[in-house]
């Protein structure tokens, strides 16, 4: 045995604290793994027998159709803020003036630091009925009845778009801002116009960008709770609510982890198909 | 000609579109603004009559108040022990192979993913499970495991900016491992810490999904007394706080742009 | 010219001062081998530097070389065989025990630290005493001509001046060896002259034992002492400049060090120290070295330098018949290229390009492209080796 120079050195003290909170990660998913399967003892806290009775529980209609809509609102939300991001993403990362620069990436992210709360508040007070949009509306007389944003899934999606976009923004921009700006030259000079250019150059290379945009807006979405919840107002059923409503509110954390575990594998699942079905465009940015 | 007058067009129309969208970001905290200076308890646009009462309201109610404090505490404890766990464990990533490497970033990098509802529900069972529920440190744990990964992503990133030459440049003038790290790793390091704990500390501050499950009425954060009063109250408050938590999280970010560059922190800096 | 004494040698080494008529060597490496995972990255490499000597590790871009410095240097273990400097046995020991002085290709300057600092780093490592610590800096910016710059961030020094400033930092531990890597290659061309000199001066006014790594032949041929050609993990020849320029033990060698054309030819006969082959029809004697295995009749390559062929009128008795293809313009001198006929060398392929190198400019009046020309191939100067495979 050869002796060997320390090439690691402190490795257990930078590693240790990682593995306790790794730990403590891994503890509460095994948590939600264990009371998913025992059974449900009204008024307490404790867990009966084992039991697959949650799961079963799950294929109540009003749980399959939370999971159907979740994966709706979830898709749509994504798709909308690719394609709201996109420019923004653009004009960010090619943008010649230093001011510009500063004044989109601040304004493009910093709702990304506000938090879900102040977020939604914001929203049901642009959107309520006698909020800021139907109060302009009426002014100008285009309406006479304030049109209903609140408690429907548009207001929930809009308002999800907003939450959403400076993910979508910082992960596109970061993208593009690794595309060299010659490929672009390159084809122009080759007789292909700005928009032919960014259609035929620009936009496949950065493929890898929109596909991570995509699935981390869905991943965030998917994990949204105040928004659904308030503007929401129970008309708009998703599994966060839901596994609100039943693991706060009634206390059955049985079903309350069996539908998170649930959630959890549709959103995997999801993800894991959206990336499978996007990588031959992904493959389109090389590297 | 037609090429260029073509180009102009796009190029304004452009721009407009790029206006348009940034004006739907910054709509709401526009809108709130308005409603938070707005004397009456109901909202109505535009104001007929402006006051600030609603800004006095808001800093004397009580569960704010203590909701504030929590937020602080848990914030301060939560981002240094992020950046501690971070820093430490993004070093060990770069730098260094080990057993389970993959596994161990994995886990710690999955609450990007993992919804935050499911990581808050696990750690309150867990915690109900350990006889540790409501209290401080199953919210402390909580915050630490959703803004880990952004720290260890912002440290990472500064640390493929340093050279590992210059460790090894030290090493040959007899600096020992400790030495290294102290005289020269962690000064470079120095901007990617302070924005990774600025990050931590942001996101801490304003985290919510699963503060909600951990946290009880003696340690409710900011956050979930905010969501409490929306429950509740119908008036003008909750604008007022939202106005004071937009003024202050811009600040930051203009203060953190000016002095470190959040395009690099973020990654969306032009390469050429 | 250094009036004072500025001491940042190893005290032993001296020139005319050693104690021992033989001293152990600087270094030495007894069988070490490196993989990374499947690839041998060094094969079994046995090799000594001399005390004050300069030595180049010559070769391409993963020939090794820079493993070799890296497991001198301590930043990797061998897996296989010992290390030693000055005579102790370091293999296991880490870098920050070798005494060894680095200048890094970039010159790993420490960004947030000023001259005087970086420079007195190895010093602060070993807890000499601050005012020892500021003479001795002071002596070494001295030593590279920069004084004036102690208080500067490495950020506001110009290449040559960071690349003065690593240098200093390496020496003033007075380490056992200066390990060179690459220093040159960020410079631009005049100051890399500039440079090579005067660090050639530092290194002879010192006697400080340097192992320097480069793919530039040229660099290697001016500033060593002796040359270790390598490539693909072996060292292929260890030599002087002269050596291994004029007597190359192989093909990469031949075909490495310096501008060369190669030739098909035959084998004819080998006889002692000597061989005879004919390119086409012209024979001529070569050193029988590498040709001592192969059969008469065999094929082999002759090389040649473009400097030493000479354009004669086309059909010339003695000479080679070549057509001009292009002629390149390089200031002190015209590159003629040329296709030769070799139609009547069985087993060669149909033609050959070669270089002819011809001081002044007249040849680009005389040689228009589609020129037919004879080539004479000089008597002497000559080396010749199996071909490839």
């Known amino acids: 045995m050869r002796p060997a120079i320390r090439r690691r050195p402190f490795l257990p003290l930078f590693v240790t604290p990682a593995v306790l909170v790794a730990a403590a990660i891994v503890a509460a998913m095994a948590a939600i793994l264990r009371y998913s399967l025992h059974a449900y003892v009204p008024g307490s806290l404790d867990v009966g027998g084992f039991t697959l009775e949650n799961f079963a529980d799950l294929t109540r209609p009003i749980v399959l159709r939370a999971l159907r809509d979740t994966v709706l609102i979830c898709f749509e939300t994504a798709l909308i803020t690719l394609v709201v991001g996109y420019p923004v993403a653009y004009a960010l990362v090619r943008t010649r003036s230093v001011l510009l620069k500063s004044v989109i990436l601040v304004t493009a992210v910093t709702p990304l630091f506000l938090g879900e709360v102040v977020r939604t508040y914001a929203w049901t007070v642009v959107l309520g009925n006698t909020g800021f949009v139907n109060a302009m509306l009426r002014q100008v007389g285009l309406i006479e009845r304030p049109i209903q944003f609140m408690f429907t899934e548009l207001g929930v999606i809009v308002a999800l778009v907003h939450v959403t976009l400076p993910v979508m923004v910082i992960m596109l921009a970061a993208a593009l801002a690794h595309i060299d700006r010659d490929y672009e030259r390159a084809a122009q000079s080759l007789g292909a116009g700005p928009v032919r250019a960014f259609l035929t150059v620009t936009l496949p290379l950065s493929m890898p960008g929109v596909v991570a945009g995509f699935t981390t807006a869905f991943a965030w979405t998917f994990s949204a709770f105040a928004t659904p919840q308030v503007i929401g107002g129970g008309k708009v059923g998703v599994v966060s609510t839901l596994v609100y409503q039943l693991g706060l509110s009634s206390f059955n954390f049985p079903v309350a982890a069996s539908l998170s575990l649930a959630g959890l594998v549709l959103a995997l699942g999801t993800m894991w198909a959206v990336r499978r079905a996007a990588r031959p465009f992904e493959a389109m940015g090389g590297h | 000609m037609r090429r260029g007058l073509r180009t102009r067009i796009l190029g304004i129309s452009g721009t407009l579109l790029v206006a348009l969208i940034l004006a739907f970001i910054v709509l709401p905290a526009f809108v709130v603004t308005l409603a938070a200076f707005n004397d009456r308890a109901i909202l109505s646009f535009p104001p007929a009559k402006y006051s600030t009462r609603w800004f006095t309201r808001a800093l004397t109610y009580r569960d704010f108040q203590t909701g504030l404090w929590n937020s602080l505490v848990v914030t301060a404890w939560a981002s240094s022990i992020a950046l501690a766990v971070g820093t430490g464990f993004a070093i060990a990533l770069k730098r260094y192979a080990f057993r389970l490497k993959d596994t161990l970033e994995g886990v710690l990098l999955s609450p990007l993913i993992v919804p935050h509802f499911t990581i808050g529900l696990g750690l309150l069972v867990l915690a109900t499970g350990l006889g540790a529920a409501r209290g401080f440190a199953v919210v402390v744990v909580t915050h630490v495991i959703v803004v880990l990964p952004f720290v260890i992503r912002s440290v990472y990133i500064s640390l493929q900016n340093i050279d590992e030459r210059l460790e090894l440049a030290a090493a040959s003038l007899g600096a020992r491992p400790g030495r290294v790290l102290t005289t020269i790793t962690l000064p470079l390091l120095a901007p990617g810490l302070v924005s990774g704990w600025l990050f931590a500390a942001i996101l801490s501050f304003n985290e919510f999904t699963a503060s909600l499950f951990v946290t009880g009425q003696a340690t409710q954060t900011l956050p979930v007394a905010m969501y409490g009063y929306v429950r509740e109250f119908a008036d003008p408050t909750l604008a007022a706080v939202s106005v004071i938590y937009i003024a202050v999280t811009a600040a930051l970010l203009t203060v953190a742009n000016t002095f470190l560059g959040l395009g690099k922190v973020l990654n969306v800096e032009q390469g050429r | 010219m250094l009036s004072k004494a500025v001491d940042l040698s190893p005290p032993a080494n001296l020139p005319g001062t050693a104690p021992s008529p033989r001293p152990a060597p600087a270094v030495r490496l007894d069988g070490v081998v490196k993989r990374f995972g499947t690839v041998t990255a060094l094969e079994e490499t046995w090799l000594q530097v001399e005390q004050g000597e300069f030595l180049t590790l010559l070769g391409p871009s993963g020939c090794g070389k820079t493993t070799l410095l890296n497991l001198m240097a301590g930043f990797l273990e061998a897996d296989a065989g010992e290390i030693f400097i000055g005579g102790d046995l370091v293999t ?298």
Request: some cysteine.
């Open chain 3, 92 to 389: 296991a020991t880490p870098p920050y025990e070798r005494q060894i002085g680095i200048v890094f290709q970039n010159y790993a300057l420490f960004p947030h630290m000023s001259v005087a600092k970086n420079v007195g780093y190895g010093l602060r490592m070993r807890g000499v005493g601050k005012r020892e610590i500021a003479e001795r800096v002071g002596q070494a910016l001295d030593l590279v001509k920069l004084s004036g710059l102690a208080d500067r961030s490495p950020r506001q020094l110009s290449g040559g001046q960071q690349q003065r400033v690593a240098l200093a930092r390496a020496l003033v531990i007075r380490p056992k060896v200066l390990l060179l890597d690459e220093p040159f290659s960020a410079l631009d061309k005049n100051l890399r002259g500039a440079m090579q000199v005067e660090l050639k001066e530092i290194q002879r006014r010192l006697g400080v034992t340097t192992v320097f790594v480069t793919h530039d032949q040229g660099e290697a041929l001016s500033m060593s002492d002796r040359i270790v050609v390598m490539s693909a993990g072996r060292i292929r020849q260890i030599g002087t400049p002269d050596q291994v320029y004029r007597h190359p033990q192989d093909r990469f060698v031949a075909g490495f060090i310096g501008d060369v054309n190669r030739l098909p030819a035959r084998l004819e006969a080998c006889a002692g120290e000597r061989a005879t082959v004919t390119i086409r029809d012209l024979r001529r004697e070569v050193e029988a070295g590498a040709l001592r295995d192969c059969a008469p009749g065999a094929a082999v390559d002759v090389f040649v330098r473009p400097d030493h062929l000479t354009l004669r009128p086309a059909g010339e008795p003695g000479t080679l018949p070549a057509r001009v293809a292009a002629l390149v313009y390089q200031g002190s001198h015209i590159d003629l290229h040329a296709d030769l006929d070799l139609s009547a060398t069985e087993g060669a392929s149909a033609g050959g390009r070669v270089v002819v190198r011809m001081p002044g400019q007249g040849a680009l009046a005389t040689h228009a492209p589609g020129t037919e020309i004879g080539l004479l191939v000089p008597q002497a100067g000559l080396v010749a080796f199996p071909p490839e495979g």
